[in-house]
């Protein structure tokens, strides 16, 4: 397997444009996460996905930002409009819960992530 | 809420020393933790995923153990290389169940040095 496929790898936009970014997550895992990366703050997780449904949207910052996960295999994290504060790295990971002696776990793979510059 | 602490934040240390980075967390009811490392400008890479039944986990040069009760894991590389340097992040699940939001440490930044 590929591993998670992130694209574009690099976006520099202008403030006030929207933003694109896409995920495919690895065949056949049932979990899908966005994560923003900053120094300031450390890695935050965004929103994440199980069976394409979004379960929690809690640490989507603004109504500027939405997720969707049409399908299995992609998903689209949008930033309309964006903004000079928004410049971080966005990372898609996903999972396969699995069961084990102490209850299911979700053992996370990383795509490359893509990296936001908004000016 | 749980906070997750590495220390140290960076360490350099010459090729072929064995070492050991910290991860420290305040809520002890957690079902696993991973640690992962990232390279400079790349995504995060899973290096291992301890359960809370197990007290460590090895894979190669690396090897996991976890407390718990004091809410300590610890990461040991034996006879570290450069291409060991990047930065080491430990992350463990918030809810029940294994659970599916991460919390990150801040991370240590290894530098192994020729």
């Known amino acids: 397997d590929a591993g998670v496929i992130q694209s574009p790898r690099h976006e520099v936009t202008e403030m006030g444009q929207e933003v694109t970014l896409r995920c495919k997550p690895i065949?056949?895992?049932?979990?899908l996460f966005w994560y923003r990366q900053t120094m300031m703050r450390g890695l935050e997780l965004l929103i994440y996905f199980n069976n394409n449904v979004p379960i929690d949207d809690s640490g989507m910052p603004e109504d500027r930002f939405s997720a969707k996960m049409p399908n299995a295999s992609f998903s689209t994290l949008k930033i309309q409009p964006s903004e000079p504060r928004d410049s971080a790295v966005y990372f898609c990971a996903s999972s396969l819960k699995r069961g084990g002696h102490q209850g299911s776990y979700n053992e996370q793979f990383f795509g490359p992530g893509t990296r936001l510059t908004v000016l | 809420k749980q906070e997750v602490t590495q220390i140290p934040a960076a360490l350099s240390v010459p090729e072929g020393e064995n070492l050991v980075l910290n991860c420290s967390f305040t809520?002890?009811?957690?079902?696993?933790l991973q640690w992962f490392r990232q390279d400079p400008g790349k995504g995060l890479t899973s290096l291992l995923l301890?359960?809370?039944?197990?007290r460590e986990q090895t894979s190669g040069r690396l090897n996991a153990s976890l407390d718990k009760s004091s809410g300590r894991s610890t990461l040991y590389i034996a006879a570290s290389q450069p291409g060991d340097s990047a930065t080491y992040l430990c992350a463990v699940p918030n809810g029940a169940g294994g659970g599916n939001k991460l919390t990150f440490g801040t991370g240590t930044q290894l530098k192994v040095e020729l």
């Open positions: 065949s056949g895992h049932d979990y």
């Open positions: 809520d002890s009811a957690i079902y696993n």
């Open positions: 301890i359960q809370s039944s197990q």
